[in-house]
């Protein structure tokens, strides 16, 4: 079983940052490819940022959905068992429940989550 708990949303004004942080349980977090989607009221959720686990070794595939592309990053610390959304030059349309997601097979589903965080921007 792996538990993920997320911190570090909040309110922010529109072309602010905020980082948000997701730390995980299990020993082979290095494997696990990470993610982090969001979903607005009303919408459908979204990935918007991956950690993607490529192979034998501690590589990973970074992507992004078109919107943050540029203004998103998600790095990881391994000896923390834990992964980042950075997220800069935010809008008011970032605005969502951010919630952290776990590929801990391989299968490329995503079989653990967070209990989400909320972020808020404002114009």
């Known amino acids: 079983q792996v538990q993920l708990v997320e911190s570090g949303g909040g309110l922010v004004q529109a072309g602010g940052s905020l980082r948000l942080s997701c730390a995980a349980s299990g020993p082979t977090f290095s494997r696990y490819t990470m993610a982090w989607f969001r979903q607005a009221p009303g919408k459908e959720r979204e990935r918007v940022a991956a950690?993607?686990?490529?192979?034998?070794?501690?590589?990973?595939?970074?992507d992004y959905t078109d919107s943050v592309r540029g203004r998103f990053t998600i790095p990881r610390d391994n000896a923390k068992n834990t992964v980042y959304l950075q997220m800069n030059s935010l809008k008011p349309e970032d605005t969502a429940v951010y919630y952290c997601?776990?590929?801990?097979?391989?299968?490329?589903?995503?079989?653990?989550w967070g209990q989400g965080t909320q972020v808020t921007v404002s114009s």
């Open positions: 950690s993607v686990w490529i192979g034998s070794r501690t590589y990973y595939r970074t």
């Open positions: 997601a776990a590929d801990t097979d391989g299968t490329a589903a995503y079989d653990y």
